[in-house]
């Protein structure tokens, strides 16, 4: 259990949390969020992009069923806790926020510059970029302290590894708390220095 400025009665200092870019990776971020019992908003520029990453979660919840891990009524419950829009003011509250569009600097420069802006002074924001380096795209935020790498691995609702990843500026208050949150999400937590590829892309590609 955390200290009690990282935790509200059984609720994380970190509760509500956002996902930008709803394709296959943005998508299962956002499942495993609500699997874990969080509100999330998904957030993608194109009305289609975000239908389409909901019928995923959808789909995968209901093979998840099929498979008798959850009843039905759970996976609507999971699938209930995940909203979707294409307005990043839709971000303004969340505690932390994943970037998760593709592999693309100046795109992801940009969704930050507008992160930046909609979401409030408290939120974290956090990439998942796994060919940039976590400063590079601190720059372009006035929030360095609150910026990290999170890299998680496909299928991120099934996968438990993530990469943990501190830029420069990177605070040990939000490090702490991000690294909870990854084990509150069940998953496998490990430290990367801020280099592109991380340790495991680095490892497997040459």
Not at 117 to 142: D, H, M, P, W
Request: glycine content about 8%; some cysteine.
């Amino acid at each position: 259990m955390g200290s009690a400025s990282e935790v509200q009665g059984n609720r994380p200092a970190l509760h509500r949390l956002g996902v930008v870019g709803a394709g296959n990776m943005g998508s299962g971020i956002a499942q495993k969020m609500a699997t874990e019992g969080h509100p999330v908003v998904l957030v993608d520029v194109d009305q289609t992009q975000v239908e389409r990453g909901m019928q995923r979660i959808t789909d995968t919840l209901a093979e998840a069923v099929e498979r008798k891990l959850f009843q039905q009524e759970q996976a609507e419950a999971i699938r209930g806790l995940v909203q979707a829009s294409t307005d990043f003011t839709a971000l303004a509250d969340c505690d932390l926020v994943v970037e998760a569009v593709f592999e693309d600097l100046a795109v992801k420069q940009e969704v930050f510059r507008r992160l930046d802006q909609a979401c409030a002074e408290k939120t974290i924001l956090a990439t998942n970029t796994s060919s940039f380096t976590v400063s590079e795209l601190a720059q372009v935020t006035g929030r360095a302290d609150r910026f990290l790498g999170l890299h998680y691995f496909y299928h991120p609702a099934k996968n438990r590894l993530v990469e943990v990843v501190p830029g420069e500026g990177t605070s040990q208050e939000t490090l702490r708390a991000a690294w909870r949150l990854q084990e509150m999400l069940d998953k496998t937590p490990i430290h990367s220095e801020d280099a592109p590829g991380f340790i495991v892309n680095r490892y497997f590609v040459p």
